[in-house]
């Protein structure tokens, strides 16, 4: 079993900056993939961002691309998303992701709010 416990949302005005964080505990291997999605009032949710523990160059969805780092502790077992030039299109409810095989995305956070106001 993995939990995963989100941290960091909140409101902030356009323009402005927040990091998430994300909490992992259990057996995570080195296999294993790490994930932000959001979900939007009335929107489906949606893929954010995407980190492997092995390494590699994280992936980005083309709305965030440039302005979202994810990055990883692997000390920590926590997954960071750093969040700058954020816009009222950001508004979402903000779920971290545990892939352990690096393919399915199997376990999901509770969700953090992040709210930008314009």
């Known amino acids: 079993q993995v939990q995963l416990v989100e941290s960091g949302g909140g409101l902030v005005q356009a323009g402005g900056s927040l990091r998430l964080s994300c909490a992992a505990s259990?057996?995570?291997?080195?296999?294993?993939?790490m994930g932000w999605f959001r979900q939007a009032p009335g929107k489906a949710r949606e893929f954010v961002a995407q980190i492997r523990w092995s390494g590699g160059n994280p992936l980005y969805a083309a709305s965030v691309k440039g302005r979202f780092t994810i990055s990883g502790d692997n000390a920590k077992n926590t997954v960071y998303l750093q969040m700058n030039s954020l816009n009222p299109e950001d508004t979402a409810i903000y779920y971290c992701a545990c892939a352990l095989t690096g393919a399915l995305y199997e376990y999901w956070g509770q969700g953090t709010q992040v709210t930008v106001s314009s």
């Open positions: 259990g057996r995570i291997g080195s296999n294993s993939a």
